[in-house]
């Protein structure tokens, strides 16, 4: 209730005030979007970050990150494993299994041969590492 009162409340007055159209936060289709799952496993990275994306087979994705440098302050960042649910053919709601509620979208783009290039989850953008030999 907290958070749906919040997003209408901030929505109405941001919009009559500024202008500004708030995103809402994303919901979990009740069934995952007929995609292929394969143009989106594989490793992505970015600094201090590592993002491991993983078939669950069951029409859903696991992001599962991990810290790659020795960074007390990035450590703070790092976030549990979060299930991916395809929203459409680039983006899922992304959202970790301990904490349904707390949920964001993740996009990829730049798919070529078949295979997505980028990650964008929280407003920073994931380069995939990974070669399909060692997928």
């Known amino acids: 209730m907290g958070r ?5 409340l901030m929505s109405e007055v941001l ?3 500024a202008g500004v159209t708030v995103r ?15 143009t989106f496993t594989g490793t992505y990275e970015r600094y201090g970050f590592r993002y491991d994306i993983t078939d669950n087979g069951d029409g859903t994705l696991t992001l599962t990150p ?22 459409d053919a680039l983006s899922f709601v992304a959202y970790p299994p301990v904490l349904p509620q707390a949920r964001l979208t993740a ?3 730049g ?10 989850t929280g407003g920073r953008a994931q380069r995939r590492v990974d070669t399909p030999a060692q997928r």
């Open 4 to 8: 749906a009162l919040n997003e209408e």
């Open 15 to 17: 919009q009559d005030s």
């Open 24 to 38: 809402r936060t994303p919901e979990v289709p009740q069934t995952p979007a007929p995609i292929d799952l394969d």
């Open 66 to 87: 991990t810290l790659t440098v020795d960074e007390p302050l990035l450590a703070l960042a790092l976030v549990p494993p979060m299930r991916l649910v395809p929203r």
């Open 107 to 109: 996009t990829f783009a």
């Open 111 to 120: 798919v070529e041969d078949g295979r997505a290039q980028w990650l964008h």
